[in-house]
């Protein structure tokens, strides 16, 4: 069995023009090293595939939920965003299957988690070319749909920060106040650890590129030592 044949199990679609889903896979850094590919980047497939996810996702939770506007339009960014799907392609081993230059074969950080996520849409982008839209919609109610009731339980639609306001006022009547800890790196590349208080106490810590970034780990880390996921 071939390794594309191995992923059309995982995924669970069998593709009639192998090419499309092999497309998928090529990120443009690859071509840069390999001219002669007979196929493109996956960068259009990607471009279609991300509003293929937005209509079905839309269309479900307009026929499912009788919610007003803004709460749908929150479900829907917790189901479609980096995080997400990112976290969906690795589950389903398509890092296995990336077609990637070296350089970038080496990267396992951020700029890997949106490359899985750009795959994932290129690969619905895929799938709804190969077979339609209500093959690609079982596709998308199986891997990222399904996840739409724990979101709505854990409210994990709301940032991190906003969670972790919430949970701190309604147990503790106080709110959480962030501090820059510590930052360095040059202008380009710098590195920021901010920590949240409650009061005087420092409940947690979180680092990143940003301090948006570094408060958004600090409130998850907080969350998750107090308990309050």
Avoid: C
């Avoid at 409650?198 to 880390?221: H, N, T």
């Amino acid at each position: 069995m071939n390794s594309l044949s191995k992923l059309e199990l995982k995924i669970g679609v069998k593709f009639d023009n192998k090419d499309l889903l092999r497309q998928a896979l090529v990120h443009r850094s690859y071509l840069n090293e390999n001219p002669d590919f007979p196929l493109e980047d996956n960068e259009r497939l990607e471009f279609l595939g991300d509003a293929v996810l937005e209509i079905v996702v839309t269309e479900y939770l307009y026929r499912n939920y009788p919610n007003p506007e803004g709460e749908l339009t929150n479900w829907r960014a917790a189901l479609v965003n980096t995080k997400m799907l990112s976290g969906k392609a690795d589950r389903l081993e398509i890092n296995n299957y990336l077609l990637l230059s070296r350089g970038e074969a080496k990267d396992k950080g951020r700029a890997r988690q949106y490359i899985l996520a750009n795959v994932f849409e290129a690969l619905v982008g895929a799938i709804f070319l190969d077979q339609g839209y209500e093959k690609v919609s079982q596709f998308i109610k199986k891997e990222i749909l399904k996840e739409l009731p724990q979101i709505i339980e854990q409210k994990l639609y709301q940032d991190p920060k906003s969670r972790f306001q919430e949970e701190a006022q309604d147990k503790s009547g106080l709110t959480p106040v962030y501090e820059v800890i510590k930052e360095w790196g040059p202008d380009h590349a710098k590195q920021f650890i901010v920590g949240v208080y409650l009061d005087q106490e420092l409940v947690a810590e979180g680092q990143g590129v940003s301090k948006q970034e570094a408060q958004e780990k600090a409130a998850e880390a907080a969350l998750n030592k107090k308990g309050w996921q």
